[in-house]
């Protein structure tokens, strides 16, 4: 079952411009992350934010966290066509290690 | 250093038939993890390893699915009697332990086609 959904499922844009992509999940978490994935494949960890903290930043990225509502949203500044990509969010279940992904948006920034 | 690495990166196979896909962890990882990617179904978790524990196979779909992990590094999925739905993207992940808080580092993956 999906613990994390993303919204909206794709989201273009022109190169320069902001891109925000929110997560819902459904149970208490330890922590959620946000993974890109390029052309289906393989899935690149991009920032953890830890159910304690409220904002996290890495380099353009900034992830917000909101415990209560029960989600999150990721935000790349200065987009580049290189940003193209399929973003997840995934949440451990618990305290655990497994992994729940949900469906991923597809971003594409337009040159 | 070298990252997770998979093979084959893809597999075409005839309904029926048993595949095997391999997955080399980074080393020094003690923790494997398998998942699937379908369409429609999304990311999911099949199998993980860690250390000389039993393996967590809650995630795995069926019984023609299983998973070893030789020497606490390289590991092999096999699927057996292959069907149809069996097609998608199988990612393999390494950490380095089994905290929540442990990136997962994933592989390329392997597509699987199932005719």
């Known amino acids: 079952s999906q613990q994390g959904e993303e919204d909206p499922q794709a989201l273009s844009i022109q190169e320069g411009e902001n891109a925000t992509m929110n997560c819902s999940y459904k149970?208490?978490?330890?922590?959620l992350q946000w993974y890109r994935q390029n052309s289906g494949r393989g899935l690149v960890h991009l920032i953890l934010i830890r159910s304690n903290e409220r904002e996290k930043h890495s380099g353009r990225l900034r992830v917000t966290l909101d415990t209560s509502k029960k989600s999150s949203s990721l935000l790349i500044t200065a987009s580049r066509a290189a940003d193209t990509a399929s973003y997840f969010c995934?949440?451990?279940?618990?305290?655990?290690?497994?992994?729940?992904f949900g469906k991923g948006t597809l971003l594409t920034v337009n040159p | 250093g070298a990252g997770v690495s998979q093979s084959p990166s893809n597999k075409v196979t005839e309904k029926g038939k048993d595949v095997e896909l391999r997955c080399d962890p980074i080393?020094?990882?003690?923790?494997l993890y398998w998942y699937r990617q379908s369409l429609g179904q999304g990311l999911e978790f099949l199998i993980y390893?860690?250390?000389?524990?039993?393996?967590?196979k809650s995630g795995l779909p069926s019984d023609r699915f299983s998973a070893e992990r030789t020497g606490g590094s390289v590991s092999t999925l096999t699927i057996q009697r292959t069907q149809q739905e069996d097609s998608a993207v199988y990612l393999c992940?390494?950490?380095?332990?089994?905290?929540?808080?442990?990136?997962?580092?994933f592989g390329p993956g392997t597509r699987l086609t199932v005719l």
């Open positions: 080393s020094g990882h003690t923790a």
């Open positions: 149970t208490s978490i330890n922590n």
């Open positions: 390893f860690q250390g000389n524990s039993a393996p967590d």
């Open positions: 995934a949440t451990p279940r618990g305290s655990n290690y497994k992994l729940t």
């Open positions: 992940a390494s950490s380095l332990s089994s905290l929540a808080t442990d990136t997962q580092y």
